[in-house]
Each structure stands twice: as C-alpha cells, then as structure tokens.
C-alpha cells in the first residue's frame, strides 16, 4: 500500500471516531522522515485512545504494520509512526500548546479528496 492510500485509510477511520480538525501535511519536500504527517485531536484522553485504536485496527487489517507508537498510556498526544506516514492524536490542550501545523509550517496542507 502506498502512504495515500494510508493516509486515505487513517483519514477515514479518524472521520469514523468523531475526531476533530484533521489535517493532513505533505512533508515528503522539506523532511526525509516521511511523506504525510496526519494530525488531529480528539476531545478527550478516552476519545484519543478510541482514535488510535481504530486507526491501527483500520491500518492492520489493510497490511499497514507501525514502526512505532508512543504515548498512548497517557493519551494526551498519540504517536503512530508508519514509516511514510506519521499520524498524531492529541487531545484539544496538548494541540494548541504543541502546535505542530507551526512547526511543519513549511509542508504543503492536503486536500483530502485530491488524493
């Protein structure tokens, strides 16, 4: 599978979770550590954890396997790391005071239904 069928199948399974303000960040020019960063937040610690879980359910049953997760015990800020796709849960708090749409302010936003 390539990364935008990935991100095509994360976006949809974060839709499924209710989660909020998804978007999707093509870094593939300004970073070698992957193509698409997807980014969201749910409205809670428990919401976050349901996001993750079903975006890991949704991706595994298509083949997609994580180098690695972080932060899910906690739940504040979820990291599923895919290789060319890199996803990040937050609850509402932890966006805003971590910002990543700032920092990766250089990536070129991704329409959804383009890719």
Do not use: C
Not at 14 to 35: F, N
Not at 37 to 51: D, E, L
Request: glycine share 8%.
């Amino acid at each position: 599978m390539d990364s935008k069928e990935m991100v095509k199948l994360a976006v949809k399974a974060m839709e499924d979770k209710k989660a909020e303000d998804i978007r999707v960040i093509d870094i593939s020019e300004i970073s070698s550590i992957g193509d698409f960063f997807i980014i969201a937040n749910g409205s809670n610690i428990n919401q976050v954890k349901t996001i993750a879980d079903f975006i890991d359910e949704t991706l595994g049953r298509a083949g997609a396997v994580p180098k690695s997760s972080e932060g899910y015990k906690g739940g504040a800020w979820v990291l599923l790391d895919y290789g060319d796709v890199i996803i990040h849960i937050f609850d509402r708090d932890n966006r805003m005071f971590y910002n990543l749409e700032r920092i990766w302010k250089d990536g070129r936003d991704v329409d959804i239904e383009t890719l």
